[in-house]
């Protein structure tokens, strides 16, 4: 399999909601852009700029018909296995569910995964990331007990395409499936990622740990501070629109607008109380599932603010709490991050204000001198006002909430 050298850039496409768009112009508005014949996953407004852009994808194009080839290679030879005692003749047929049992699927599964993760993922095409979540999705029907952690990826990527209630139950049921250890992997006659319509307001609370596991903490808080923007959107074009001369035909169409998530469409049909009263809810939220993250590992935070290290890190394995392990929940989440305006915003917002109500704290604890000793002692005030600042982002993340939403006097 091809070496894979991440590079930042890879995780930091157009901004807003994944469309077909020409790769060499980024127009979105051509009627019927067409698509390269050979990765299948990039578009263009017409045959003079795929030609102006081929120098540029050759390599990607050809890399990415390379990984389909092997897939496809693999999969011949699952179907055509020679049986013995270890080999079925053909797990498709014979052992959909625990496919990762057997040593000859092995090959198949990680070159379909190197596929969707390492080529189709990274051209942030609308294409290549609906590919690369069919390919995930199938990959997990073939092997229920996700020995390769698949569900770590899918979350993210359900984000990025808008598909945000599937995203809250596929989360929520790897987090309820197993309470009790009782659940039987092997038994295909359990039921398997069958919540549907779950309810997205409810209290994460209820999602126990450590089952809500390190990835999905981080989709839930994506997810609940998707909506969080949302509704602050919300609030401000009403403000702006109130008293003002539109046709009242026109209030509807301009509030869907500025809404990013499907799910917000019912908040354009509640009242500004109640747009006030799910607010805060998805606040109380967003500030639990901010400090089980960082209570889970601290550093995620940290490196969020200042990704590229991390997104041009190759680590092998993670244990929990670890860099490794933010280096890999970056990679499978950074893209959704990225792309869902006004989020990073009003989070680098409760940065600021924390950093800066910080600073009296960080002065006491300089004076203590056990508590500044060992590998504190290398830190300066400055790196010290930061780290805590970041820390304490979820207490300050309503202030910053709310100087977000003001907009003063409109009169």
């Given at each position: ?9 890879q ?19 051509s009627?019927k ?15 003079e700029?795929?030609s ?8 990607t ?5 390379k ?24 797990a498709f047929?014979?052992d ?18 190197y ?13 290549g990331?609906q590919e ?5 999705r ?13 569900r ?9 395409l808008?598909l ?25 006659t ?5 919540i ?24 839930l ?5 998707k ?7 919300l ?5 702006i629109?109130?008293?003002r001369?539109?046709p ?15 799910l917000?469409?019912k ?14 809810t ?5 500030r ?20 590229d ?7 092998d ?33 409760a ?10 704290l ?22 010290l ?18 100087y977000s ?7």
């Amino acid at each position: 399999m091809d070496s894979f050298s991440p590079s930042p850039s890879q995780y930091k496409g157009p901004k807003g909601i994944l469309r077909h768009r020409c790769a060499q112009c980024s127009s979105t508005t051509s009627p019927k852009l067409l698509r390269c014949s050979g990765c299948r996953a990039v578009r263009y407004c017409n045959r003079e700029h795929q030609s102006a852009h081929y120098p540029q994808h050759k390599s990607t194009c050809k890399a990415i018909k390379k990984a389909r080839a092997k897939v496809a290679e693999e999969d011949h030879r699952i179907r055509n296995a020679t049986p013995d005692f270890a080999t079925p003749a053909n797990a498709f047929e014979t052992d959909v569910g625990h496919f990762w049992g057997f040593l000859n699927t092995r090959d198949y599964m990680r070159a379909r995964h190197y596929l969707a993760w390492r080529h189709l993922l990274f051209l942030d095409t609308l294409d290549g990331v609906q590919e690369a979540l069919e390919h995930l999705r199938d990959m997990l029907r073939l092997n229920r007990s996700d020995n390769m952690g698949l569900r770590n990826l899918v979350p993210a990527i359900m984000l990025r395409l808008d598909l945000d209630q599937e995203c809250y139950d596929f989360v929520k049921w790897w987090a309820t499936c197993d309470i009790d250890g009782n659940y039987d992997w092997g038994d295909m006659t359990l039921p398997y990622l069958n919540i549907s319509g779950a309810n997205v307001l409810e209290d994460p609370s209820i999602l126990p740990d450590p089952h809500l596991e390190f990835d999905l903490i981080i989709a839930l808080l994506m997810l609940k501070l998707k909506l969080l923007v949302d509704i602050r959107n919300l609030k401000v074009t009403r403000k702006i629109l109130n008293g003002r001369s539109f046709p009242s035909e026109l209030w509807e169409p301009i509030e869907l607008a500025v809404i990013r998530s499907p799910l917000s469409v019912k908040f354009q049909k509640e009242s500004y109380g109640s747009l006030l009263r799910t607010e805060t809810t998805l606040l109380d939220h967003v500030r639990h599932l901010g400090e089980r993250l960082t209570k889970a590992n601290p550093m995620f935070m940290v490196a969020l603010f200042s990704p590229d290290q991390e997104l041009s890190a190759s680590p092998d394995t993670y244990t929990a709490g670890s860099w490794e392990q933010v280096e890999f929940a970056l990679q499978n989440s950074y893209a959704a991050w990225w792309e869902m305006e006004g989020v990073l915003e009003l989070l680098k917002d409760a940065r600021v204000c924390a950093i800066h109500e910080s600073q009296e704290l960080v002065d006491e604890m300089m004076k203590d001198k056990e508590l500044m000793s060992g590998p504190a002692s290398l830190w300066g005030r400055n790196e010290l006002v930061v780290e805590v600042g970041t820390r304490r982002i979820w207490e300050f993340l309503p202030a910053a909430f709310g100087y977000s939403s003001h907009l003063g006097s409109l009169d």
